[in-house]
């Protein structure tokens, strides 16, 4: 099979969270070589718009307008770099970036996802206690939620929950403390790290991949957030849970859906690079990705 020709669109947003590093996750992981070990060229930097702190009244949410603008913006670099046969790795910022990345696709057709998450991000925004967006990202990207962040373009959903593998989340617990309306009452194939375990990391992504390689589908989407990972290995986020997946397992994972054939692109989350002052966690997560989408 041909190896993919990677681009790197970097996505800086912080809309959905807050402005305390995430927003230097493109420099930290070019920084660390990401680019080289792809052998990607460098597609551009797509800005967001200013961070308002203040929650908006009428949908409860951080940014919403921001949030929608930027999607609509960073779709359109992504859909240049898909259009020129290259496979788009998208460098966020936080979740929220996912909506971009999803419209791009759902401007074209039906496209699955494949996504890789220490948390389900399943909250409606009532229950999300800060409003972050990244929280929420894939119960907006599934529509549910407000209008200005879940039908963009008319689009609304922007992926079908049978179009779904959530997989290695693992923080049902907290979100059922929380009050978030729950993944598990939806027909979203949940693979969570319990189900990861118990089947194995190359297993695990085997069966997501059945669901995600189908006739009916255009291909899949992948979503990273560093969080999915150990928190031993991956102490550089802001919401840290305990245990998670190996450097090595994350690696099979990707190596399997880049093997696939059908993987649209990537986005890259989370992980802050101000929790990561001498750059360690970075340039051994640089390596695990690389492994995965490059072996």
């Not at 927003?23 to 990607?40: I, N, Q, T, W, Y």
């Not at 898909?82 to 039906?110: F, K, N, T």
């Amino acid at each position: 099979m041909t190896r993919p020709r990677y681009a790197i669109v970097e996505a800086p947003s912080v809309l959905g969270l807050f402005p305390k590093g995430v927003e230097r996750l493109p420099e930290a992981l070019l920084g660390a070589g990401l680019a080289e070990r792809l052998a990607a060229r460098r597609a551009g930097r797509v800005e967001p718009p200013p961070y308002d702190p203040r929650r908006d009244p009428e949908t409860l949410l951080l940014n919403p307008s921001g949030i929608a603008a930027y999607s609509a913006t960073l779709a359109n670099a992504i859909g240049l770099v898909r259009g020129a046969g290259e496979v788009p790795v998208v460098l966020g910022g936080d979740c929220s970036i996912l909506l971009g990345c999803l419209l791009s696709l759902r401007r074209r057709g039906r496209f699955g996802l494949l996504f890789l998450d220490g948390h389900a991000d399943f909250y409606q925004p009532e229950a999300e206690p800060n409003g972050e967006a990244a929280s929420m990202d894939l119960a907006l990207a599934t529509g549910r939620g407000p209008a200005v962040v879940t039908d963009l373009e008319g689009l609304r959903p922007l992926v079908r929950d049978e179009d779904v593998v959530a997989f290695g989340p693992r923080d049902a617990e907290i979100a059922e403390r929380f009050g978030s309306q729950r993944i598990e009452d939806t027909i979203i194939e949940l693979l969570d790290l319990a189900a990861v375990r118990q089947a194995g990391a190359e297993a695990a992504a085997e069966r997501a991949l059945q669901r995600l390689v189908r006739p009916d589908l255009l291909g899949f989407w992948l979503h990273l957030d560093a969080d999915v990972l150990d928190d031993a290995a991956m102490p550089a986020v802001d919401y840290r849970m305990p245990d998670g997946l190996s450097f090595d397992e994350m690696s099979a994972v990707l190596r399997a859906a880049a093997a696939s054939g059908r993987m649209a692109g990537v986005d890259i989350t989370i992980l802050n690079p101000a929790l990561d002052p001498d750059g360690a966690i970075a340039a051994r997560f640089v390596d695990a990705v690389a492994r995965g989408l490059r072996p």
